[in-house]
T-cell receptor, first 113, second 112 residues
Framework: NAGVTQTPKFQVLKTGQSMTLQCAQD?????MSWYRQDPGMGLRLIHYSVGAGITDQGEVPNGYNVSRSTTEDFPLRLLSAAPSQTSVYFCASSYGQGGTEAFFGQGTRLTVV | GQNIDQPTEMTATEGAIVQINCTYQ??????LFWYQQHAGEAPTFLSY????GLEEKGRFSSFLSRSKGYSYLLLKELQMKDSASYLCAVRDSTDSWGKLQFGAGTQVVVTP
């Protein structure tokens, strides 16, 4: 079972460059989300989606865009990379409401120089 | 919003027991999760509590007291492979889909 697949695993960007982090899940989950993880700060929610065509902002949305054209895919776009966006990014999905666990992708380690 | 506090690091000996505490303040509560995260890897689900009391799953148990805003994760018969970060996460009930808010994680170091 593939689960949640993120690409790339590593990326180095120059300040001002843009890029898209890919996330795909094959579990037919409705709920998908993007987190960033920084030392000492835990996972912080960037954007989330409750279904195709529906997205909303999380705790730290500035500098990021998302779209959800299909149930399977939830890409995260960095519009103009900044050193403050150096982090590890995780995509997660879950079935829906209530006490359902979130499944995480393997993460993307992004460095902005 | 929510504030979630857990210790930064704990050290224990192989075969021993360790208890990781998590306290939270929330405007709405709809469950508490514990995740395990090994260095360089993704978080993986360990347990879920929504009602008060103890949930046991093999060597791991998790406890919740909603009135106290308190949970703990108990790891018994520690093994070297249990060295990892343990994340406490609270689900917000103020929206129907319940976003997860994570604590900073507790790094558990198991020594021989």
């Amino acid at each position: 079972n593939a689960g949640v697949t993120q690409t790339p695993k590593f990326q180095v960007l120059k300040t001002g460059q843009s890029m898209t982090l890919q996330c795909a899940q094959d579990m037919n989950h409705e709920y998908m989300s993007w987190y960033r993880q920084d030392p000492g700060m835990g996972l912080r929610l960037i954007h989330y989606s409750v279904g195709a065509g529906i997205t909303d902002q999380g705790e730290v949305p500035n500098g990021y865009n998302v779209s959800r054209s299909t149930t399977e895919d939830f890409p995260l776009r960095l519009l103009s990379a900044a050193p403050s966006q150096t982090s590890v990014y995780f995509c997660a999905s879950s079935y829906g409401q209530g006490g359902t666990e979130a499944f995480f992708g393997q993460g993307t380690r992004l460095t902005v120089v | 919003g929510q504030n979630i506090d857990q210790p930064t690091e704990m050290t224990a000996t192989e075969g021993a027991i360790v208890q990781i505490n998590c306290t939270y303040q929330t405007s709405g509560f709809n469950g508490l999760f514990w995740y395990q995260q090994h260095a360089g890897e993704a978080p993986t689900f360990l347990s879920y509590n929504v009602l008060d009391g103890l949930e046991e799953k093999g060597r791991f148990s998790s406890f919740l007291s909603r009135s106290k805003g308190y949970s703990y994760l108990l790891l018994k018969e520690l093994q070297m492979k249990d060295s990892a970060s343990y994340l406490c996460a609270v689900r917000d009930s103020t929206d129907s889909w319940g976003k997860l808010q994570f604590g900073a994680g507790t790094q558990v170091v198991v020594t021989p």
